[in-house]
């Protein structure tokens, strides 16, 4: 992902959630700019498709919404912040394709777990793609109601 990308991204964001939990076009500027290497897009004919913020992490420790969030020492897993794929491009598997490239690269960077905050009703998908329920250390407020932290292991 690309600073020039982030109009599309913020058009995606609209239509994926709920107005309480959008981020600002600023939050999402200072992720690029604090972990440029672990935000990714996909491109359609059309323009971009799906959009994936991550960021390394303390296993247990989720980053807050609308916090552009800095590099922490000693991270241990990779925080799939923010995953939302366009309504018409859904079901085609590119969720899934976003999530390998974030598993590839926290491997490569030798962390040890992937961990998330799943949003409304999305912990089924990604029980499907191999997370289960964690305890954060940490209060997921601000966001919603169903907030619930997953994880699975990255190495082995
Ligand atoms: C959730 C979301 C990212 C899925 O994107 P997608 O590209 O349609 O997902 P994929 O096609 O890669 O599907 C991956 C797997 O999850 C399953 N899946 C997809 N959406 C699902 C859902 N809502 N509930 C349960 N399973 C789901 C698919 O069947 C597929 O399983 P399979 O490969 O074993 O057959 C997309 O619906 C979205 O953007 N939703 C709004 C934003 C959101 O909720 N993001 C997650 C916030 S925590």
């Not at 992720?31 to 672990?38: E, Q």
């Not at 954060?136 to 109601?145: E, N, T």
């Amino acid at each position: 992902m690309a600073p020039a990308d982030l109009e599309q991204v913020l058009a995606i964001q609209a239509q994926a959630y709920p107005p309480a939990l959008h981020e600002t076009a600023d939050v999402f500027a200072g992720k690029l700019r604090a972990f440029p290497a672990s935000n990714w897009v996909v491109e359609g004919a059309s323009g971009l498709l799906a959009y994936l913020f991550a960021q390394p992490a303390r296993h247990c420790l989720p980053p807050p919404l609308h916090d552009p969030g800095a590099p922490v020492a000693a991270a241990d897993a990779l925080h799939l912040h923010d995953m939302a794929v366009r309504p018409e491009a859904r079901g085609l598997g590119l969720a899934r394709h976003l999530m390998r490239q974030a598993q590839a690269w926290g491997r490569q960077q030798g962390l040890g777990w992937m961990t998330l905050v799943a949003v409304g009703s999305a912990s089924d998908f990604w029980q499907r793609l191999g997370f289960v329920p964690a305890r954060a250390r940490k209060s997921l407020s601000g966001y919603g109601p169903a907030a619930l932290y997953m994880h699975r292991p990255l190495l082995g």
